[in-house]
């Protein structure tokens, strides 16, 4: 780039806070026009801080997606929560979510409450609209900015796209001046041996129904290139206890095949050649306090 082009361009990080369920991954993954980052329609699906990354009108924009807030109970809460925290502390410009149907429930008055302390521009984003007549979209929005002071609003749906450009033309206008951070044609800092992972507890979110998922968590551990040009990729799925390895693989082995080639699918989809994934069920008691699996999440670790 040359020194004219960094003078005008503008490059900031946007973090995108909000309680479970209300949308921030699908709308990260709206803003950046592709999948950078995992959904499902259960609560607590985004664990770590994953960035997501645009360039719209001369501006780069570092979207941060964010687990969700709530009060945390388990150890693996906690950290997710705070994770959350540091996330909007960081930012640039925090965008606010609220899912439009729930509207101002007890978990979002607290996180309004709470963020009042973060120092950067705040801007509100009512999602879900596709679900809620107009009237109420104003109600909303109006009660929302009467408790803390927006610098705009947005009412978008992630899911149908419906605003999306919107928010992210007022986004690139916000971030502050600077040269780009990220080279331009890349839309995720994350490793693709991360991403793989995260694909297939996707895949565990959306087959299994039982509790089990936020039991569970997905590591890579090897990465092959083949000569043939497709790449062999190996996970193991951690879940706490015999009964829950069970469910994972399912009768005769059927769940895990399923799980293995819904992300399969969707990996080679990303990679553009063909993948051979070798999925692994261990049990690790309570890896929910294990540090190690923190670490392979991206996540502190709570003392307690
Ligand atoms: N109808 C409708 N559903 C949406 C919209 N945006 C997201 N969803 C659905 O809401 C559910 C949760 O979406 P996620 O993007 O995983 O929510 P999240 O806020 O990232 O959730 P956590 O990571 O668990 O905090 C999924 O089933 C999405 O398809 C929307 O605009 N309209
Ligand atoms: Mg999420």
């Not at 329609?41 to 780069?60: F, H, N, P, Y």
């Not at 009042?116 to 979209?137: C, F, G, Q, W, Y």
Request: contains cysteine; hydrophobic residues 45%; aromatic residues 6%.
């Amino acid at each position: 780039m040359t020194a004219e082009a960094e003078a005008t361009t503008r490059c900031g990080f946007v973090a995108l806070i909000g309680a479970p369920n209300v949308g921030k991954s699908t709308l990260v993954n709206a803003l950046v026009g592709s999948k950078v980052t995992i959904v499902s329609r259960k609560v607590q699906t985004t664990r770590a801080l994953i960035r997501g990354i645009v360039i719209d009108e001369g501006a780069q924009i570092i979207l941060v997606d964010t687990p969700g807030i709530f009060l945390p109970k388990r150890r693996l809460d906690r950290a997710m929560v705070t994770t959350a925290w540091s996330g909007a502390h960081d930012a640039d410009l925090v965008c606010v979510l609220l899912d439009a149907k729930a509207g101002l429930d007890e978990e979002a008055n607290a996180i309004l409450t709470k963020v009042a302390s973060v120092d950067h521009p705040k801007i509100l984003v009512l999602n879900k609209i596709d679900l809620v007549p107009r009237e109420k979209l104003l109600a909303l929005a109006k009660a929302a900015n009467d408790r803390l002071g927006f610098a705009e609003t947005f009412m978008v749906s992630a899911l149908s796209g419906d605003g999306v450009a919107d928010l992210r033309h007022a986004l690139a206008r916000m971030v502050p001046p600077g040269p780009f951070l990220y080279p331009e044609d890349q839309m995720s800092d994350a490793p693709m041996r991360q991403l793989a992972a995260e694909i297939t507890r996707e895949k565990i979110y959306q087959k299994l129904h039982q509790e089990l998922p936020y039991q569970s968590t997905v590591e890579t551990d090897s990465w092959t290139e083949r000569k043939d040009g497709s790449v062999k990729i190996e996970q193991t799925i951690f879940v706490e206890r015999e009964s829950q390895r069970k469910i994972v693989l399912g009768k005769g082995g059927a769940t895990i095949k399923s799980i293995g080639a819904a992300s399969r699918e969707e990996i080679a989809e990303i990679l553009e050649v063909p993948v051979h994934l070798f999925l692994f069920v261990k049990v690790r008691e309570n890896w929910g306090d294990d540090p190690d699996r923190y670490r392979q999440m991206g996540l502190e670790f709570p003392k307690e």
